[in-house]
């Protein structure tokens, strides 16, 4: 079959959509059977129609009713995801209004702080759909460099900076700092959170019982049926979008039609892709997915993916408790920038991969001067060459097309790949639902918190200064002669602390 022939077989437009796939560039080696199609479609109908679909917590898995609120097991779920909508909706325009405004005038600063699932999504939209009126800030990690140089461009406009605090446990340690650094900051000025910060959190995490304590401006809540990956759906993603100006029933309604979709066994997209990951990568993560969209505003697409596709297949076990040690690697950021990075090692070197491109047809602003339109040009062009130039070394990619970046079709792209992780946890049978490594990585950095503060009690009663010299010194008084390593690493970082 020519080349025309095998793109004809494989390519699929949805016009309705305004979304297209091309699997033309791929093999389809390692075909799954008919059964485990099927026996996948139907695990997915039991999940969204309320299943204890993470087994390891025992929880139902409902980001899909998220947009399709009618297919809620329950009423009283129903009703708590079209009331908080809706709650979302009127304080958004009550802040755009100037309805709800600081003390010295409108809002100008939107400050998110969350991190993981608490914040990708909202970087993911934010990215492609930038914000109107207030600009919008993030602080998604510990690093007080990193808080500084936000507080820094907030500067002048602390007065009038609106706080959001998302976190699903209220707990996670990265959030509670930046909002000890952010209150800290507003301390220093004669300023404090009270008429300022918003909390999306579940109902009596610690998050949740201080905002309440204090008054906060408002809560919005998350479920324990909400993975913080698949979050961006819930007031998680939908209050800074609304707060910024993104229509967000247009960005539900995306997510709504990839879902109808996506049910069916006929031309399903995810369905689809999920079964070309398979192929791809033996059903093992033998090939790591490069994401390139050819495309600025999708700039948030890698990272937003490495997550939700990383934490839900990465897994030691598989649902028998079988170690598998599943995985599909994600990485990527952009063409054609990266055309002049890696992409070398993606035509030439090691054939360990397969990449998922992003086309998008139509720009967001009109390309309306001939420099820019040649650049929208070249962009193409370096796609389509890209491409054709891995698929003539034998490396294959699927395309994903959009007819342009808007709410809805980044809709369109979040429901399409939550569905096809969905789908490929089912062939690969690990819970996609469960994040275990998280939760062990916070344990073991509150370990190590701890071990710092017995050193710190130690050489504060001994009056010594710290120097990693002493760690075997140490480690013997705080008896943990097995964390010795651990107490030079500390003791090094005390003294590097204590410079001037
Ligand atoms: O997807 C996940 O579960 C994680 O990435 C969480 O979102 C992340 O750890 C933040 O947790 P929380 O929202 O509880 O602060």
Redesign the pocket.
């Known amino acids: 079959m020519g080349s025309w022939e095998i793109f004809q077989k494989n390519w699929l437009w949805f016009e309705d959509l305004g979304f297209g796939l091309d699997f033309s560039k791929i093999a389809n080696s390692n075909e799954l059977s008919e059964k485990t199609i099927r026996s996948a479609l139907d695990a997915m109908g039991a999940l969204e129609r309320g299943a204890i679909a993470n087994g390891t917590e025992g929880r139902r898995v409902g980001h899909y009713w998220l947009r399709a609120p009618e297919l809620a097991p329950e009423e009283d779920i129903r009703q708590e995801i079209v009331g908080t909508r809706e709650r979302i909706k009127s304080f958004a325009a009550a802040v755009r209004s100037g309805a709800i405004a600081a003390p010295d005038g409108p809002f100008t600063e939107l400050l998110c702080i969350?991190?993981?699932?608490?914040?990708?999504g909202s970087q993911l939209l934010h990215g492609a759909l930038p914000p109107d009126r207030l600009r919008l800030h993030f602080l998604d990690n510990t690093d007080p460099d990193g808080f500084m140089r936000v507080f820094q461009k907030i500067g002048k406009k602390l007065s009038r900076t609106m706080l959001v605090v998302?976190?699903?446990?209220?707990?996670?340690p990265?959030?509670r700092n930046g909002l000890a650094a952010f209150e800290e900051l507003l301390r220093s000025v004669g300023l404090s959170l009270a008429g300022r910060a918003v909390a999306v959190?579940?109902v009596n995490?610690p998050l949740e019982r201080r905002a309440k304590e204090e008054s906060w401006l408002a809560r919005f809540p998350?479920w324990d049926w909400i993975?913080?990956?698949?979050?961006v759906c819930s007031a998680?993603g939908l209050l800074p979008a609304a707060l910024c100006g993104t229509d967000i029933d247009a960005f539900l309604a995306g997510a709504a039609a990839m879902d109808r979709r996506t049910r069916i066994r006929e031309n399903n997209p995810a369905l689809m892709l999920a079964t070309a990951w398979y192929g791809a990568t033996c059903g093992h993560g033998r090939s790591d997915m490069v994401v390139l969209p050819y495309c600025d505003a999708l700039r948030g697409l890698s990272p937003y993916l490495q997550?939700l596709v990383m934490?839900s297949i990465g897994k030691r076990c598989n649902r028998e408790g079988e170690v598998v040690h599943q995985g599909l690697t994600v990485y990527g950021n952009r063409g054609s920038t990266d055309q002049h990075s890696y992409v070398q090692q993606l035509r030439d070197g090691l054939e360990n991969f397969f990449v998922t491109f992003v086309e998008v047809l139509r720009r967001q602003e009109q390309s309306d001067t001939p420099a820019r339109r040649i650049a929208g040009e070249y962009l193409e062009g370096f796609f389509l060459g890209t491409r054709e130039a891995l698929a003539a070394e034998g490396r294959p990619s699927v395309t994903v097309t959009l007819r342009q970046v808007d709410a809805y079709s980044i809709g369109l792209l979040v429901a399409l790949f939550e569905r096809a992780v969905g789908f490929y946890g089912e062939f690969v049978d690990v819970n996609a639902y469960d994040?275990p490594g998280?939760e062990a990585g916070?344990r073991a950095a509150d370990r190590s918190l701890e071990l710092l503060e017995a050193i710190k009690k130690l050489l504060g009663e001994e009056g010594k200064k710290p120097n990693g010299k002493d760690a075997e010194m140490v480690a013997a008084a705080l008896d943990r002669k097995n964390e010795t390593e651990m107490t030079f690493k500390w003791l090094e970082f005390l003294r590097a602390q204590a410079r001037g």
């Not at 969350?114 to 990708?120: K, M």
């Not at 993975?227 to 979050?231: A, E």
């Open positions: 969350g991190i993981g699932g608490s914040a990708l998302t976190s699903k446990s209220g707990s996670t990265e959030p959190t579940c995490s998350m993975g913080g990956r698949t979050s998680v997550q934490e994040q998280v916070k």
